[in-house]
């Protein structure tokens, strides 16, 4: 298997009140494998976004990537690229769908347009051609009528028409990673389904490695290979998709998992976590989750590194170290 | 006074806004303070030197009927501030009643006064203050503080209904007044503490137009009279002798350019601090 | 579409007929008699007043004055200038294109330097080189017009001989010029007008660019155009400046009593030609008619502007266009 993103340390900043930076971004380490899915879960406010934005340097101003923060695609260190060479990678290494599609595409602009530019910026080629190819887009991400569809501007589109396009413009120059940031969010029930089939779709046929970032336990379950879970800047709790969900471990994780609404199974209560996410501005001392958490303990106070579950599955929390505390944890959670 | 008081400390910090400040401060200081220590802006020691470019006894030299240019500059920023802190308190004054009135009353009284804005609005403000003017042979001061602030409120008259409107939205309004509270007893407990930023930024922004706008009038005859000293007339009287004595016009100029530039610093710093957005 | 532009005229119509309403009152209800100041030294007697009064219609009930004045009006009579003894059109018609001229070169220098100034500083968005452009500019906002005019004139003309420094022509150009040689001449005589007008007034062009632009810099379809790899220099000009320059456009409306305002002095100080130097003689002269007829010219100037630019927006804008 060859990894085709490695992420490793990632910190960012932005300057806070009384001169201080904070960090909502604080140390995040993950990788991606050729082809493959990985799911990045959280709230709002867990650095799951500015996670995606930082892998193409796209962090908003005043915000900035720390030193000692690690980005590799392949051979190329993202972070060391400025100017020119930053710009010929984004798009074509990477391509990104963000959550909103109605605000996500220039209004002034037709469809075409915004894809025939995104194919011209990485690949020298006459407009005409370009536009055969972006006709050819708008036919992969399932667009009826895709000539016409070309002409319209982005206001004459539905919502999921608009997502399809988004996909289009990330896809216009081939990229081998997918970040899809909230892709179904704004979206309808309904119209999710079909915009992920799409992603689905894709990125079997163009085997394409995916990074999805989502607050959805639901679309990541069968999707995802591997789910990696943020709490306040941090990866609380990462493992191949299938361990995580039949044996959830960090205190968080499981709360995530009591709050969402089961079809299957007894009737129960929906247990949503008490609190809210901490401001990074104030991230908690030693475990972050530990003003939320249920199962804090003495050692809490301490801040946990990634500890190990079982192979291949580890999370941020001391109860790794002592299984049966952890284990009447989750009966107690589940039950 | 809570808001205001914030929006002054956060101009304060502001670069800009406290060199304005500073100036601002010194300027208003001189302008009370300095009359008393230079000589009579109106003596004429000796009419058949006339003027004199500037040198030890006259800093800033003397103008064509030997007045010493100094003081009459700094006579004249209590003129010019003085006309302009009264003539915008009177706009302001006026623009927030307006305002007031009809974004409360709405319908008829809002459509009315509000049309009524727009064509005021249509014509400027210069052209309103010459035709009324030039009725008078000597302008008389309090005539012109007077027109100058009759004529600076129509957009302030906008921003405050604006914020009525909004607050006649407000969830909070619509639920004390299903409660049975009194509407108009929160709408004007709310307005002022919303108003009072936005009308700041507008009077000390008001503060700066409006004496580009009295020296404007004055170097048309229909301001400041003399022999009183003012900038615009003393540019006004500078022109006769443009080639002569280029320092007459220039210090008065400056002296616009500065006091002017430094209230919309600070003006540009307090709109920062009252709406972070457009910073 | 169309219907909404047949509303928006009428809002103009109404505006301007607000307007024409309140020149009127002000020119009706100004304490004092303009007329006792005809005479200017020389006392007037009650016998030439009655005279005089018949003439301007001034002994007949306001009414009557008003419906007389808009018939006038509709006809394109504004009355006869006291000063010059002529019809007011005329005047006005003679002296707009001067004043077009000055306005439209101030135009096109604000809407082509002061836009690009205003979005190259929100592209550098509080760095030293957006707050020194804000200061300068805010400088030349902050200069009286006819103070800056004079300096130039005295400077560039007087002192330097550089320039001309005062009207629209060289009085001793030979009547046989080429109109080259005369276009030469015009545009040297246009320099230091334009140059004054546009440093009083390009603060606000700026102001307002650079404003709408950091809006449209902070929405979510930028970030798309960086995410695809898109030059800087197209995410600037083509995706953030076409649609920063909707709230610009609308601006024009705004900006103009700027101008004209600022023309009157401008003229006046280096005898332009054009209205604003017949306003500003007529205020000298106490021309009431003049003044009247050129206040309107200038509010009707505002409406139509206004009116036009927000069609234009309209027009330029897809959502509104399509919609």
Redesign the interface.
Known sequence: MSRVLEVRDLRVSFPGPDHRRFYPVDGVTFSLERGKTMALVGESGSGKSLTS?AL?Q?V?SPGRIETGSVIRMGETDVLALRGEAL??????RV??I?Q?PM???????TVGDQII??IL??FKMPRATARERALHLLQEVGIPDPSGRLKA?P??LSGGMRQRV?IA??L??EPEILVADEPTTALDVTVQAQILEVLDRLQESRGMAVLLITHDLGIVAGRADRVAVMYAGQIVEEAPTARLFANPSHPYTQGLFASVPRIKGPLRRLNPIGGSIPAPTAWPSGCRFRPRCPKAFDKSELEPPLLMVEPDHQMRCWLAEEPQRSSHAVNEAIG | MRPVLDALAAAWHHPQGRIGAFILLIVAVTAIVGPWLLPDPLSQPDILIGSTPPGLGHPFGTDQLNRDILSRVVTGARVSLGVALLAVALSMTLGAAVGLVSGYLGGVVDAVLMRLVDGALAIPRLFILLLVLAVWERVPVLALILLIGATGWFATSRIVRAEVLRLREEAYVRAAEALGARRRRIIFRHLLPNVVGPLLVTATLAVGDVILLEAGLSFLGLGIQPPMPSWGGMILESKEVLVSAPWAGIFPGLAIVITVLSANLFGDALRDAVDPRSA | MSGWVLRRALQAAVTFLVALAILFVLMRAAPGDPLLRLGGDRPISPKEIAVLRARYGLDQPVGRQLTAFLQGLVHGDLGVSIEYGRPVTALLAERLPATLLLGGSVLLLNFTVGLWLGVRQAVRRGRREDRWLTTLSLAGYAMPSFWLGLVLAWLVGIHWRLLPAAGMQDPLLSSHAGWGTRAVDVLSHLVLPVLTLSVVSIAATMRHQRSAMLEVL????I??????????R?ITW??AW??ALFPVITLFGLWLPILVTGSVFVEAVFAWPGLGSLAAGAVGNRDYPLLMGTSLLVAALVVASGFATDVAYALL???VR?A
């Open positions: 934005l193409l796209l908003p710009r010929r990678i984004r798009g074509r391509g990104v963000f909103d605000t996500s595409l220039n209004p002034v602009f530019e995104g910026a990485h501007y206001h004459q988004m413009i990330a216009s120059a | 902070r929405l979510p379809y970030l798309t155009a960086r995410a695809k790899g898109l030059p800087e197209d083509r995706h076409r649609n804008d897809p959502r399509l």
